[in-house]
């Protein structure tokens, strides 16, 4: 069965350095969404990407995140100045045309 | 702006047990999926529902959609260990845009007593 793949699963940084989370999203979707949980809370949308541009995007999508499908397989979310607050599970999906996205394992972040 | 509450946001139930959480929308859903999140793992689809006053089944797993497409609800008859875990709701919406996202409730954890 084909499934989103994130890397790193686990990735420590300093605050405000730079962090890449990687995604690949299933071959034929169309649809890419980055979601985060902080330990313990809700899932929170970040993020939207279609016809590789942001569709949508949530308050917490500020100045600091940005996203890019550098190529036909990977998707990312890079933060630019990484805060404690940045500190959550990140999670990619992605969709092929319906309303039912597939979620990959996630890459824990943590903010030192 | 736009909510999905789900209640209660615990419930510990002896092993045979029923166990039900609730969804309930600001505004009116597309659709209702439902989620289910093992400790340390990451949410995975259970169901998605469309139809006003839809119900579907898997199992011992009963859903339903109201018939404002505003709320939701996830029974669990008989309850087992393996059903342990945060279940979440997500509201589907389509914007002007024909956008389309997910608003997520904050999960009902599940734990179970054997």
């Known amino acids: 069965e084909p499934e989103v793949t994130q890397t790193p699963s686990h990735q420590v940084t300093q605050m405000g350095q730079e962090v890449i989370l990687r995604c690949v999203p299933i071959s034929n979707h169309l649809y890419f969404y980055w979601y985060r949980q902080i330990l313990g809370q809700k899932v929170e949308f970040l993020v939207s990407?279609?016809?590789?541009?942001?569709?949508?995007k949530s308050e917490i999508f500020d100045d600091q995140f940005s996203v890019e499908r550098p190529d036909g397989s990977n998707f990312t979310l890079k933060i630019r100045s990484t805060k404690l607050e940045d500190s959550a599970m990140y999670f990619c999906?992605?969709?092929?045309?319906?309303?039912?996205?597939?979620f990959g394992p996630g890459t824990r972040l943590t903010v030192t | 702006g736009q909510q999905v509450m789900q209640i209660p946001q615990y419930q510990h139930v002896q092993e045979g047990e029923d166990f039900t959480t609730y969804c309930n929308s600001s505004t009116t859903l597309s659709n209702i999926q439902w989620y289910k999140q093992r400790p340390g793992g990451h949410p995975v689809f259970l169901i998605q529902?469309?139809?006003s006053g839809e119900v579907k089944k898997q199992k011992r797993l009963t859903f339903q959609f109201g018939e404002a497409k505003k709320n939701s609800s996830l029974h669990i008859t008989a309850t087992q260990t393996t059903d342990v875990g945060t279940y979440f709701c997500a509201g589907g919406l389509i914007n002007a845009g024909n956008n389309r996202k997910l608003i997520w409730g904050l999960g009902t954890s599940l734990a179970v007593n054997p």
């Open positions: 999906a992605s969709r092929e045309t319906g309303l039912l996205g597939y």
């Open positions: 529902l469309v139809k």
């Open positions: 990407f279609y016809n590789n541009e942001i569709s949508e």
